[in-house]
Structures are given as structure tokens and as C-alpha cells.
């Protein structure tokens, strides 16, 4: 403790580091060293001169020199991560969103060796076949491949996505399909994304699976179209399509079935319940039979747990289960409900247009990135 009327300041040990590990000088040993009254006065330089003499010697601060502070070391640079406080389930979720983003951040996405083509089906509705069709195909789109989608649903709610004009006077796929239009004269550009095209459907489609039956080939008619489609991108120097996604209508008709016939690969969307299970095992038996009759090429490569509400015990036991059965085809993303993904279609765009940094299309452009390395 300080004696009271000590010159010594009371923090100066905070600041006395540099003198550790050398001689202090005690006063009884400054006469033995120095005899002060034996310095000429005109060369000590007066008194100023003597008591900054005698501050250096016996180890004391100078009071007529203005004492300098050292400056505090500067701190090592520090990410927004190394700040955030996660005690809060609301801080961890957007700090756990935040390291996605970061991850996504430096990830650059392969161009196929191939022309990837996939069929989005499911023969349950409402498990969001449509959403994740515009969704993936937008995040692929927004990394600069090059994808064509093509709309068989008769409701035509991918091509309202997209920002595509589908109405009864618009040429669209059902004249592809029917009056063997080329797929060239049909495609339109998407508004909002560059490397996007679209084959949009109209309201004709709802009659053409009675059309359909009597035609010849009548499975292959879609396939056909996209084969001349592709050597017409090739004559006229256009870039090759890197991925085609053909949205299919909940059903198992003919409409259907020609996707399946077009495609090499099968994307089942499936949402976290359990009627979706069902569906699954009636979906998988048509496949089969494809495979068998139609389309030996023809995979179910991917399947993505869709409507994930982790707040529910029955979300996570129907992803556990499907993961169980198909380990090397589902995603690890997971698409949670979001009030944004639905909110997109009204502004006829995709989530990853309308609000690119939403939980929706953060876990839609983790499942394109999963999708595209997997090749």
C-alpha cells in the first residue's frame, strides 16, 4: 500500500514493465557514485537540468517532463462471429444462418460434364414439387449455368414464378406436345434471372392428356422435343444447357410419364408428414415400371425433405426415416416452412429473387449447391 505522501503515482506499476530486470538505484548509492555538488553549475544546465539529473538516477519521474502513456496494443481483428452473442435462441439461429452463408459464400458450382435432365415429381400435392422446381433452378441460374424448365402442369404455377406469361394465347408446351411446335419457338427468357429459360403451360394442357392417347410414340413426344431443342442451341451457337427441370402435375397420367421418359434423373421433393410417406412407396412402384418398359436410364438421384417444421416431433422422425431408407439420396439441406418462400409467387418470382437473404432461399441455394456437387 502507498504511503501518503509517496511521489511514486499509484498505477505506475501498470506501466513499469519496461524496467523489469534492471538495476535500481538506491539514494545512498547516488553519492557513491556521483558528487553532485562537484558539477559545474554551467554544465549541469541550472536547476531544471540537476533535478532531471537526479530523476534519471534514482529511478523517479521527471515532474517538469510531461509524462507520455504508452498506447494500449491494438487488438487482433475480430469477425462478426467472434461478437455475436448466442445465448438467445434468436442470436444462435441467426448466428447458425450466418456461418451458412459464409460457407456458401466461397463455394463455386461445377458445370455438369452433360446436359442434366430432372424430373420433379411427386404424385401427392401441396409437398412443393413447383417451389422447389423455380427455386433450385434459380439458385443454379443465379450461379451462371445455364437451365431450361419446363412446365407440364397444367396450372401452370412455375411459369407464374418465373415471371413467364402463360395465358390461352401464349404458345406454350401443350403445342410441343400436341401440334409438334419446336420447343425453340416456345421457351421464353426469364425476367429476372439471365441464364434462365422457360417452356410454359397453359390451361390446353388440362385436355391433353385425352389428345395424347391416340398419338404415336405418344411417351417419347417430350423426350423428341427436347433432343431437337438441344442440337438447335448447338447450330445457332447458343451455350449448351447445363440442367433441364420438368415440373410435373400430381398425378401419374401421361403427362407424367412422358417427363419420366425425358428424364435421366428423378428429384422427389417430400414433405415432413406422414401421408407423404405413402406416396412415396406408390411413386417408387411407377418408377420401376418405367424403368422396366420406358426409360432404362431413369434414377431417383435426389430427394429433398421439404415444409421441415423443427418444432414438431413428427417432422424429425418422418426426415429420419426417409433418411433411413434412402441415405445416399437425400439432401442434407432441409427446406423449412417460410412465410417467404410463399410470399414469393405473388410478386411472380422465386424466393431467391424476391428475398435472397431469407432462411427460404438460404436453404434453397444450400440444396442447389448440394445437387450441383454431387453431379
Do not use: W
Not at 16 to 45: A, W
Not at 150 to 179: C, F, K
Request: glycine share 4%; proline share 7%.
Amino acid at each position: 500500500m502507498k504511503k501518503p505522501g509517496s511521489k511514486i503515482p499509484p498505477f505506475a506499476a501498470l506501466f513499469s514493465s519496461s524496467t523489469r530486470g534492471t538495476t535500481v538505484v538506491q539514494p545512498n548509492e547516488v553519492e557513491e557514485l556521483v558528487d553532485i555538488d562537484r558539477v559545474p553549475r554551467e554544465t549541469s544546465g541550472g536547476a531544471e537540468a540537476d533535478l532531471a539529473f537526479l530523476s534519471i538516477l534514482s529511478g523517479e519521474e521527471n515532474p517538469l517532463v510531461e509524462k507520455t502513456v504508452p498506447a494500449a496494443p491494438e487488438a487482433p481483428a475480430r469477425s462478426v462471429m467472434d461478437t455475436m452473442d448466442e445465448s438467445t435462441p434468436l442470436a444462435s439461429q441467426l448466428a447458425h444462418e450466418t456461418r451458412r452463408r459464409e460457407r456458401l459464400s466461397h463455394r463455386q458450382l461445377p458445370k455438369p460434364p452433360h446436359t442434366r435432365y430432372l424430373t420433379i415429381s411427386n404424385q401427392k400435392g401441396g409437398v412443393g414439387k413447383t417451389t422447389t422446381t423455380v427455386n433450385v433452378a434459380a439458385a443454379l441460374a443465379a450461379a451462371g449455368l445455364n437451365v431450361l424448365v419446363v412446365d407440364i402442369d397444367p396450372q401452370g404455377n412455375a411459369s407464374t414464378a418465373l415471371g413467364v406469361e402463360h395465358h390461352a394465347d401464349v404458345d406454350s408446351i401443350y403445342d410441343v406436345l400436341i401440334n409438334d411446335m419446336a420447343l425453340a419457338d416456345v421457351v421464353a427468357p426469364c425476367p429476372d434471372l439471365e441464364h434462365l429459360v422457360v417452356a410454359p403451360a397453359t390451361i390446353h394442357l388440362a385436355g391433353a392428356e385425352i389428345e395424347l392417347v391416340s398419338m404415336v410414340a405418344r411417351e417419347q413426344r417430350l423426350r423428341r422435343a427436347l433432343d431437337q431443342y438441344a442440337k438447335h442451341r448447338e447450330s445457332t451457337g447458343l451455350p449448351r444447357l447445363d440442367y433441364v427441370f420438368i415440373d410435373c402435375p400430381p398425378s401419374l397420367g401421361l403427362l407424367t410419364v412422358n417427363a419420366f421418359v425425358a428424364a435421366r434423373e428423378v428429384l422427389i421433393p417430400i414433405q415432413c408428414e406422414y401421408y407423404a410417406l405413402e406416396g412415396l412407396s406408390q411413386l417408387l412402384k411407377n418408377i420401376e415400371m418405367i424403368q422396366k418398359h420406358l426409360n432404362s436410364d431413369l434414377v431417383v438421384s435426389t430427394i429433398l425433405l421439404t415444409m421441415y417444421d423443427g418444432r414438431t416431433n413428427l417432422a424429425a422422425q418422418v426426415a429420419a426415416e426417409v433418411r433411413e431408407h434412402f441415405p445416399n439420396q437425400v439432401l442434407q439441406a432441409i427446406i423449412p416452412r417460410s412465410v417467404r418462400i410463399s410470399e414469393a409467387p405473388s410478386y411472380q418470382q422465386t424466393v431467391i429473387t424476391y428475398d435472397p437473404n431469407s432462411t427460404g432461399a438460404l436453404s434453397y441455394l444450400e440444396a442447389a449447391a448440394e445437387l450441383a456437387e454431387r453431379g
